[in-house]
Nanobody, 120 residues
């Protein structure tokens, strides 16, 4: 089993910055992907950023404003968000795709979500 602990959400004015953190723990043998998604009521969850073996990808809506980083030793990922806009308001979810020790199948896990609210 895998636990994801998120932190860093909150209320910020437009143009401000926030840094989200997500730490994974559990019986993880390896990770295939670690990323951040966001969701607003009535809409589908959408990708914000993801780190895989191929590199880091960003949604077009956040490119140039968001930087995702990873600390392998801590099995943690971070999302630095700058120049925030009201349309960035959403619940942000951490996601990992991992191979558990003793397993041959990758499994997806989600964090509990952290609210980001950007006021205009």
């Amino acid at each position: 089993q895998v636990q994801l602990v998120e932190s860093g959400g909150g209320l910020v004015e437009a143009g401000g910055s926030l840094r989200l953190s997500c730490a994974a723990s559990g019986n993880i043998f390896s990770t295939n992907a670690m990323g951040w998604y966001r969701q607003v009521p009535g809409k589908q969850r959408e990708l914000v950023s993801v780190i895989t073996s191929g590199g880091t990808e960003y949604a077009d809506s956040v490119k140039g404003r968001v930087t995702m980083s990873r600390d392998n030793a801590k099995m943690a990922v971070y999302l630095q968000m700058n120049s925030l806009k009201p349309e960035d308001t959403a619940v942000y979810y951490c996601h990992v795709r991992v191979l558990l020790t003793g397993s041959s199948v990758y499994t997806d896990y989600w964090g509990q979500g952290t609210q980001v609210t950007v006021s205009s």
